[in-house]
C-alpha cells in the first residue's frame, strides 16, 4: 500500500529535489531506526548502508530505489504500524519544526538530525516500551 508519492508533493514544492526532502527524511529515520523491511535491505544494502554512513541522503535513496514512493511494503511490521499512525500528521508537525514550509527546508545532515529528533519523540511517546525507559543509561553502568 503507497503511504505516500512524490508526485503528490510537487505541486506545493515547485520541484523534484524539494519534494523529496520530506519523505526522504522520513525515509531515512525509518533506515537509522530498523524499520525497514527485509524485502528493501535485500534490495538496497549497499545504498542502506551509505544512508547511515551519510554518504547518500534520504531524499536519493526516495527516488533512486524506491521510486519516489514511500509504500508500507517497505516498512517492517513496527515501521507500518507507527506510519499508519502517525505519517498523516508529519508535515504538519515539519511545518512546526521548520517555522513554514517544510519544502524549503535544506537536505542536509543538520536538518536531518532536527527531524529524526522529532520523530524519535513521538514514537517513543507513542510505544515507550520501546524506549529506555526504566533502563540506565550507557555511561552509569557502574553507578
Known amino acids: 500500500m503507497i503511504v505516500d508519492d512524490l508526485d503528490c508533493h510537487l505541486p506545493a514544492a515547485g520541484g523534484v529535489e524539494r519534494a523529496a526532502v520530506p ?13 525497514v523491511s527485509e524485502p528493501l535491505r535485500e534490495r538496497a544494502d549497499q545504498a542502506l548502508l551509505r544512508l547511515r554512513v551519510r554518504e547518500l541522503r534520504g531524499s536519493e535513496l526516495l527516488v533512486a530505489v524506491c521510486g519516489g514512493v514511500l509504500d508500507s511494503d517497505d516498512l517492517n511490521a513496527a515501521g507500518r504500524q507507527f506510519t499508519q499512525a ?28 532536527q527531524v529524526a529528533k522529532m520523530l524519535t519523540a513521538k514514537y517513543y511517546k507513542r510505544w515507550p516500551s520501546r524506549g529506555r525507559k526504566g533502563r540506565r543509561a550507557w555511561w552509569r553502568v557502574w553507578d
Open 23 to 35: 519523505m526522504g527524511m522520513y525515509l531515512a529515520w525509518c533506515v537509522n531506526l530498523q524499520l
Open 86 to 113: 502517525y505519517y498523516p500528521h508529519y508535515l504538519d508537525d515539519l511545518r512546526s519544526l521548520v517555522g513554514g514550509d517544510p519544502y524549503a527546508m535544506t537536505d542536509d545532515w543538520p536538518h536531518y538530525d
